[in-house]
């Protein structure tokens, strides 16, 4: 992970570059205030004040910059992204101004993932100064959960298998002091008999296995977080194309973004009993790879026939929603890559929620708007729920038409959540095609802070 400890410093008075903010509207007044050969810089560098535009601006024997903003008195999560990636290395100070919630949009600039490649042109680490010495820890707290779920997600499938996604449960377990159980193999057969029979097919090194991790006050209110842990996703006999291939490594980024999540609410010690569960499996081709027309066992009691093999996520998220609501959880949390049909309803920059509850959205909905991170929320139709009916299994596993198929997926995940208790679906894509500042192209979170800041809101730290 990108180290970014010391990115954001309390201002001391130490020497440092000023940052003057201003608007498209305000730059020529700006502008004004300027000797003739620094416009005459500015113009040169195409700065025009709008979001987004970066001016270094010579002054003596240094330099000062400018930063184009939507509105400098409330700065977004990203606003000073583009300063952060733009600027030379050095230390920097707003003017007349305190960066608050862009201190995270600064430290995310500066991610890199650098595992099988040395980093191209970086300039150095660009530090910001604040006054707001309390704010610190929370804003690199969340500056580190995002960038572990690009980390966890921009690795390939070879090193980021079910084991390698057991080794963040470990490393969580020896941080926080969690208990954790795991399950793995024909061990499954007995309580997880979905996530058993969509991992089987893979080799002995990406034996399937779920990952059951306990932590806090067990008198606590119950909190489960469930992941979809997809290592790869071949799509099984159900073949994937190739192009559909290609980014199957990104399949279990709702693992991604669980364990993240999970990190945070202990590390800042929220007041609940947290159970983190994520069914960790590749989705493999081989002689006992589960076929179309199979009918399934669940956990639950339920049978499913299988219609499509490569629906194979809400599978094993059915196994450990069950296991989840024996907790009698307060609510449930699911993060899930689990359909196209969210992508194409809402592109790559919003995650599709599904909630059982309004006031549970609602929240949600508001925690996002504050932090940039808004979730949108598609329905549960009951009308749809006939979509799911079996001539010979309880339900199946993906439905025959082309409609709904993001509530349909949601409406399939449902019924393994228990009567009556509080659930959120994330359906995420937690990948970025194309980059923005603060934002690189790869693996990225969606709905991990709107989630986080909910929670604090609800159960306190």
């Given at each position: 992970m990108?180290?970014?400890n ?7 008075g ?12 305000g730059y020529?007044?700006l502008?004004?205030t300027?000797?003739?050969?620094q416009?005459?810089?500015?113009k ?8 987004g ?30 300063l952060a990636?733009?600027?030379p290395?050095g230390?920097?100070?707003l ?5 608050g ?7 995310t600039?500066h991610?890199?993932?650098t ?6 042109g970086?300039?150095g680490?660009r ?6 010495v309390?704010r610190?820890?929370?804003?690199v ?17 070879e090193?980021?298998g ?13 941080e ?11 061990e ?9 029979a969509?991992?089987?097919a893979?080799?002995?090194k ?5 990952m ?6 067990k008198?606590a ?8 842990g997809?290592?790869f ?6 073949i994937?194309p ?27 010690g929220l007041?609940v009993?947290?159970h ?19 009918v ?7 049978t499913?026939?299988i219609?499509?093999t490569?629906?194979?996520g ?11 609501s ?7 949390l ?6 196209g ?11 599709a929620?599904?909630a059982r509850r309004?006031e ?11 932090v940039d991170?808004?979730?949108w ?7 749809y729920?006939e979509?799911?009916?079996?001539d010979?299994?309880?339900l199946v596993n993906?439905h ?5 198929g993001?509530s349909?997926a ?6 393994f959540v ?10 995420t894509?937690?990948?970025r ?6 934002r690189?192209?790869?693996g990225t ?6 989630s986080w800041?909910m ?7």
């Amino acid at each position: 992970m990108t180290d970014i400890n010391d990115l954001i410093q309390a201002d001391r008075g130490q020497d440092a570059v000023a940052i003057h903010l201003t608007t498209q509207a305000g730059y020529d007044a700006l502008a004004k205030t300027l000797s003739a050969g620094q416009r005459a810089s500015l113009k040169g560098q195409k700065f025009d004040g709008s979001p987004g535009s970066v001016g270094i601006v010579p002054d003596g024997d240094g330099f000062f910059a400018i930063g184009g903003v939507l509105d400098p008195e409330n700065l977004g999560s990203y606003c000073l992204a583009a300063l952060a990636e733009r600027l030379p290395e050095g230390t920097y100070r707003l003017v007349d101004k305190e960066p608050g919630a862009a201190a995270f949009g600064w430290l995310t600039a500066h991610y890199q993932f650098t595992r099988y490649k040395k980093p191209e042109g970086d300039q150095g680490p660009r530090v910001l100064l604040t006054g707001q010495v309390g704010r610190l820890p929370g804003y690199v707290a969340e500056a580190k959960a995002e960038m572990l779920v690009r980390d966890l997600v921009n690795t390939p499938a070879e090193d980021m298998g079910p084991a390698a996604l057991e080794a963040e449960f470990n490393r969580l377990v020896k941080e926080h002091g969690a208990e954790l159980k795991v399950t793995r193999g024909d061990e499954l057969e007995q309580g997880y008999p979905m996530v058993h029979a969509v991992g089987r097919a893979a080799t002995r090194k990406h034996a399937p296995r779920i990952m059951h991790l306990q932590w806090g006050d067990k008198d606590a209110p119950v909190l489960a977080i469930v992941g979809k842990g997809v290592c790869f996703d071949s799509g099984g006999l159900d073949i994937k194309p190739g192009a559909g291939m290609r980014l199957m490594k990104k399949d279990m980024g709702g693992a991604a973004h669980a364990i993240a999540l999970a990190g945070l609410i202990m590390g800042a010690g929220l007041k609940v009993r947290l159970h983190l569960l994520v069914p960790a499996v590749e989705n493999a081709i081989a002689g006992d790879a589960f076929r179309p027309g199979d009918v399934l066992s669940t956990r639950q009691g339920l049978t499913v026939e299988i219609h499509n093999t490569d629906a194979e996520g809400r599978l094993i998220l059915g196994d450990a929603l069950t296991r989840a609501s024996e907790e009698k959880p307060e609510l449930v949390l699911d993060f899930a890559t689990l359909t196209g049909a969210a992508r194409v309803a809402l592109g790559p920059d919003y995650a599709a929620m599904m909630a059982r509850r309004d006031e549970t959205a609602d929240a949600l909905i508001a925690a996002g708007r504050k932090v940039d991170d808004e979730p949108w929320r598609l329905p549960l139709p009951d009308s749809y729920r006939e979509y799911l009916k079996s001539d010979i299994a309880d339900l199946v596993n993906a439905h025959s038409n082309p409609y709904a198929g993001a509530s349909v997926a949601g409406l399939f995940l449902d019924r393994f959540v228990g009567e009556g208790v509080d659930w959120v679906h994330f359906d995420t894509f937690a990948w970025r095609p194309f980059p923005k500042p603060g934002r690189s192209k790869g693996g990225t979170a969606y709905g991990l802070r709107a989630s986080w800041h909910m929670l604090k809101e609800r159960f306190g730290s």
